[in-house]
């Protein structure tokens, strides 16, 4: 993936599997989270960091990400000092940020010595985090974005079906897009075998301003990307409201009856940035 280009996939891998992490380097992946936290069990821990700062020695074929342990435990500090100078390193995910000075802190603590701060991206996995969104989102310049935790935050909430986290997604988005952030990116869709579902959850999630998904297997990764793809009717109507903010840069109305403003053209350009993985 160039760097022009917009990241839709994101595919985790756990740290204590060495030969998984290799398979998702080559899987396609726009990004590739290494996970130290769920994925793997206390006895593996220190392994599992140790494996990934070797990998992260030199640079690995696509952006790597790795998601530390909780904060608040005995694991995380060793996760930092260890992992925040590799040249390997693309970003760190923060699971179960709760306020801004969680983030605060682990950037001052993650900076390497000649200054050039961590990419950091933070989790929100309760309702306490959905609640502090905004103050998150704003929290540091280090920051680069914020995503959900759904199972967790399921967990928190005692939510029962798909509907009942639709306003903390919404709210997630509507923080990320107030704080200057990229769109937030979906959860994991937990059932491997379910192609239909994950196709209409992306869906859902595209509608609701996401932009891209975390997966947990290969085989996720081109449906969630041609869930987020624009159409060749999208990209034909992007590149019309181009051409008309061209030809004249005030709001104006098109033959069919939308109308064009700011806001639409940068809407326009977004879609014509995705749309240069059709290419």
Known sequence: MTADLLPLT??????????????????????????????????RKEYARSATADLLTELPPVPVHVRVNALDGPFADADLKSLSSLPGLSGLRLPKVTSRSDVVRVAESATPAEGSA????????????????????????ALRGISLGESDLRADLGVRDEAGLDWSRARLVVAARAAGLPPPVQSVYPD??????????????????????????????????????PTPAEVDSAEAVIRAAAADPGAQALPDGRFVDAAVVTGARRTLALAQRLA
């Open 10 to 43: 994101w595919l985790y891998a756990p740290g204590d599997r060495p030969e998984v992490v290799a398979k998702a380097l080559a899987s396609g992946a726009d990004v590739v989270l290494v996970d130290l936290e769920d994925a793997v069990a206390p006895h």
């Open 192 to 229: 491997i075998r379910d192609v239909e579902g994950l196709a209409s959850s992306c869906a859902h999630g595209r509608a609701l301003g996401f932009l891209g998904r975390a997966a947990i297997h290969p085989r996720q990764l081109p449906i969630i990307e041609r869930a987020y793809l």
């Open 118 to 141: 961590v990419p950091l991206y933070a989790l929100l996995e309760t309702a306490l985090g959905v609640e502090q969104a905004f103050a998150i989102a704003s929290s540091h310049r």
